[in-house]
């Protein structure tokens, strides 16, 4: 069984590697590294796989997650620049790719072992990914 | 190859275990727990894998599908009130994941034995569960 | 300018005229009086209109509206039963269309005069209501 | 006969008023405010009012008022920072009301005179705004 | 008040005019004018405006309204060629522009008079069309 | 890690075994079978898996991978007649499982060997399949 928390935030960022030239961030990126920024309302999906306890008929308390996930990543980006803002971010090329592996990194250590399924991150319309910890 | 169709209905429930105290059913359900019930529109998507037959270029006749889906679960939940008036729901907090499961277990005799896949139940725009049999 | 707020909540509800008999009540109300109830997810958007504030360049500042909606609407009906639960929704047949205007009606006095512009209620993806004021 | 054509963009800016000081801008904007900026994706919908022309059976031509937007809003504020970036957005806090104000302004004088109905500009999903011209 | 009740279809057409020449129409419809044709998943949105009826709490039965769109307008073009197939639309280039006032001419005398306020028809996730019966 | 790309496209379709007689279409395509055909607009997702390239912070170009989903796939169906116009559905009864698999095969050979994931189409909104190269 697997259940699933939806939140969203909204945050600045630009894409680009400072140990690179412009050129390489140019060609890599896109209008993504325009220097002053852009930005999405992200919709952030996490998933906790689990048995069902009988007692309460929840695999986890989904209040709690959201707690979780309020408290370790959204109040964290939500309304900020993740290039500048976000101490978990630092030295990161802020992609949906990376940011998605880096929220899993906060909200393992406060679910239970081995609970913590994916990482869905929606960052338009258009692009989306999904992280079960695959290379960790 | 996976197809999936998609029904809604719209239903009453409380979270609320019989067998534990008020004290006990507030603290695990919060508001949820609300004497007076409150209610969802639920989306159900119920997924069903197999190979595409070569002459109608369909995997399961989808109509047919619905058919069961409407037959067995949406004609009995839609407008009621999932803890008084569902015969298959008695003795059951019906939390979107105990209801997912039931919902498994009154389609499953009508599929064809092995192809169904997922039964994904949507509470809100926030909360959803997929259940795929693993624990029966 | 119009500006709007979209919250959301959750209740249950029965259509239901205590003052017909049943025969009426299921002759109108059809699967909707069913008397344990159903419930949806309910999509509250509220619109103010006003000129721009050419110093804060806003017509009004959305985070005390939406504390508006959720004091007076939102934190009552959530998670309730819009027949027993709600004083001010008492002795009303709860349809979505009285819903609106009960809300207009708790809205407006904490709004500045003529600038609340519309309350729509959607109640499923294919049930929705707008109330301007017209008939108060 | 309304026709409306929606595009969407994705933009950084920082709800900021140079001429004020910072308590006033922290009190007024709140988390906003925050000196690195936030992003959103936005959703521009433009409405064209007119009759149907009888040999084309079109009010006018969308693929045409889709180009027009395209060159006069979308591609001038897609992955930018509206505060810093868009020149004709200079001088002006740029919240979803002036920024719909200003998009209308642009799109004006390439729309035959009478016809652009609203400009409707969904900033995330709770909140967003309609401009008709009304204080121009 | 307005009431408004949603369903949708799925349906063929060609945005072609035969007594125009082949260069007119691609130059008017462009890749629209493709001779084999193209289809759309349409969503009918129908408004109604009334006073709330102080028995019934409603401005109009939804489960009546929607029987009308289905009898009037749904049955008679899902799963259709909206040039070939449908008597109310012969002759008629099927834009969404003539769509929209088609389907308020054939819903208008089913529906108390005054009361059809709107059609809305989305013909895509960026097009759509609203009419309210201006120019009959 | 997932990477997912969403393009849409609109066409027309209808379902039909010319090899199978008229009773036999009736009877498993339903309404489907219209011979004047039907349409969507339908919603294609691509998921690429792989590794996170440290450099870039990317999985895969998402602009490339769209790149190769408009070449490749949606500039060959968009505004089409799916039964009459394109090339590589010749032959092929055009449901939506017989589609994603076509468009997985037109797909594959354009993205580095092992990394194409899924192939998720979505007709209505009630009906989605998934190919993941299971029976190739």
Chains 1, 2, 3, 4, 5, 6 share one sequence.
């Not at 929840?58 to 309020?70: Q, T």
Request: net charge negative; aromatic share 6%.
């Amino acid at each position: 069984m697997i259940i699933t928390a939806r939140l969203t935030f909204s945050a600045a960022h630009r894409l680009h590697n400072p140990n690179r030239d412009e050129a390489w961030n140019r060609k890599t990126y896109g209008k993504c590294d325009n220097p002053g920024g852009h930005g999405h309302n992200y919709g952030l999906e996490v998933s906790v796989r689990g048995t069902i306890d009988p007692d309460t008929g929840m695999v986890i308390d989904l209040k709690e997650l959201k707690d979780v996930m309020r408290e370790r990543v959204i109040d964290r980006v939500d309304h900020r620049n993740l290039n500048e803002d976000v101490d978990f971010l630092r030295g990161m090329v802020p992609t949906a790719e990376n940011l998605a592996r880096a929220f899993w990194q906060q909200l393992a250590p406060a679910i239970p072992h081995g609970q913590l399924y994916e990482v869905h991150l929606q960052e338009t319309e258009r692009n989306s990914v999904s992280y079960r910890g695959e290379d960790e």
